[in-house]
């Protein structure tokens, strides 16, 4: 499972690392350091009539287009690579509505007797990267449309296994435009993309603050010593 993760990165770096020509507004973007579930985070897509990246605004929590209630979003905030795409909430999406996430780093807690310990995990080189995401068009009663996302989840690496048993799926750059092409309709094709990050990693001691939803600056990501 992925439940929180960090984009503290500038709009300028993010701007350069995913090659979109449309810039991120003030409005649009600030570092974040504690992302939650059904809050909006940035993503990247094609436009279906042309190769041309897009910045968009998504809610993280996937919400179905045929759901009643948008509170199903928050039950879908990850999706197994290894089933994505069989099953009812996501299948479509693999095939069609494939993003990018920008993050350059994730939170797991680890039991430890009677309390799970917050960690970062980041690579070994700090840089930002991108996790593989589905988007999904939901309206609402009144008819407003709704657009959200899921991120992509796999096996764990050895950095993360002891903490926790999925991981991200953290896409290579040069695999993203495999990964955004609207052309690719067959599952099969994407699916080799999705498996453990294989690159060095660092994970670190963080504190509790990245516990609480309402925290979200650079404390939150500091490392702290292990008792």
């Known amino acids: 499972m992925c439940g929180r993760f960090r984009l503290a990165r500038s709009k300028e770096i993010l701007e ?6 449309d810039g991120l507004s003030p409005v649009e973007w600030s ?9 909006a985070v940035v993503a990247v897509r ?15 929590g996937l919400i179905p287009a045929w759901a009643k209630d948008a509170a199903v979003g ?36 680890k039991q430890a007797g009677k309390e799970k310990l917050p960690y970062c995990f980041t690579l070994a080189d700090d ?3 991108a996790f593989a995401g589905l988007w999904e068009r939901w309206r609402d009663p009144q008819g407003q449309a709704v657009e959200s996302c899921t991120i992509l989840t796999t096996e764990p690496n050895e950095m993360v296994r002891d ?8 896409l290579a750059p040069e695999s993203y435009a495999l990964w955004l092409d609207p052309g690719v309709t067959r599952v099969e094709e994407v699916l080799p993309l999705l498996k453990p990050y294989s690159g060095a990693m660092r994970r670190y001691r963080v504190s509790s603050r990245v516990n609480h939803v309402t925290c979200d600056d650079a404390e939150c990501a500091a490392e702290v010593e292990a008792a």
């Open 16 to 21: 350069e690392a995913f090659e979109v020509e």
């Open 31 to 39: 570092p974040r350091y504690n992302v939650a579930p059904g809050q």
């Open 46 to 60: 094609q436009d279906p009539q042309r190769a041309r990246r897009q910045w968009a605004t998504l809610r993280w």
């Open 163 to 170: 903490v926790h048993d999925r991981m991200p799926a953290i």
């Open 74 to 109: 928050y039950k879908m905030i990850n999706a197994r690579a290894e089933t994505a795409a069989a099953k009812p909430a996501f299948r479509e999406a693999m095939r069609r509505r494939r993003c990018l996430i920008p993050a350059d780093g994730f939170y797991e807690w």
């Open 127 to 129: 840089a930002v990267r």
